[in-house]
């Protein structure tokens, strides 16, 4: 298996601007997580699925921002209407998700540039 | 809630020395305990878990971790260090029934020559 497929890599975008970050969750993994990685606030989880369906998305800072599954090896996390203080890294990462304790597996992120 | 905790930004250590990366954890029930890795411009990799059974758990890239119940720690060591070694270091704990995973703030680890 590749590992966790995040595309773009980086990306630079206007204010105002719609932003698409995608991920390829690896084969028979059932959990999806989306972190944001800044110097300021480190990494935050933003959001958390299992079996397609958000179990926690508390970490979502509001609502300009949007993460969807719509199957299980993709999801993507949209920016709408994007801002400078988006601008991070922004890593997905998958597990199995079995109910217990297992380790997650990163993609390489995606760098977002908010100008 | 689950925590954990990294008291330090940043270890410097010389290389073929040993090195200890810290962490302690606050947790309801068992806890279930991991260490990853970031190279510059990468994700975080894998390196060791903590789950149940021996208190010294062994990780990749030589390195291993040692759960201490009653000190509520599990430091990150390397018994010699390589300058390659050189990262951001992560804790992590597991949210209870999930994997949902709660990381600490990072320990940069520098590894001089």
């Known amino acids: 298996d590749a590992g966790v497929i995040q595309s773009p890599r980086h990306e630079v975008t206007e204010m105002g601007q719609e932003v698409t970050l995608r991920c390829k969750l690896i084969?028979?993994?059932?959990?999806l997580f989306w972190y944001r990685q800044t110097m300021m606030r480190g990494l935050e989880l933003l959001i958390y699925?299992?079996?397609?369906?958000?179990?926690?998305d508390s970490g979502m800072p509001e609502d300009r921002f949007s993460a969807k599954m719509p199957n299980a090896s993709f999801s993507t996390l949209k920016i709408q209407p994007s801002e400078p203080r988006d601008s991070a890294v922004y890593f997905c990462?998958?597990?199995?998700?079995?109910?217990?304790?297992?380790?997650?597996?990163f993609g390489q992120g995606t760098r977002l540039t908010v100008v | 809630a689950q925590s954990v905790a990294q008291p330090e930004d940043q270890v410097n250590v010389a290389e073929g020395n040993p090195l200890t990366v810290k962490c302690t954890y606050s947790?309801?029930?068992?806890?279930?305990l991991f260490w990853y890795v970031q190279y510059p411009n990468r994700g975080l990799q894998f390196l060791l878990k903590?789950?149940?059974?021996?208190?010294l758990v062994k990780g990749s890239y030589g390195f291993e971790a040692e759960f201490n119940k009653s000190q509520t720690s599990f430091h990150l060591k390397k018994p010699s260090a390589l300058v390659s070694d050189s990262a951001l270091y992560f804790c992590?704990?597991?949210?209870?029934?999930?994997?949902?995973?709660?990381f600490g703030t990072g320990t940069r680890l520098q590894v001089f020559p």
């Open positions: 990462a998958s597990s199995l998700g079995t109910g217990g304790p297992t380790e997650a597996f």
């Open positions: 084969s028979g993994h059932n959990s």
């Open positions: 699925f299992n079996n397609n369906v958000p179990i926690d």
């Open positions: 947790v309801s029930g068992n806890p279930y």
């Open positions: 903590y789950i149940t059974g021996d208190n």
């Open positions: 992590a704990v597991s949210e209870l029934n999930t994997d949902k995973l709660i």
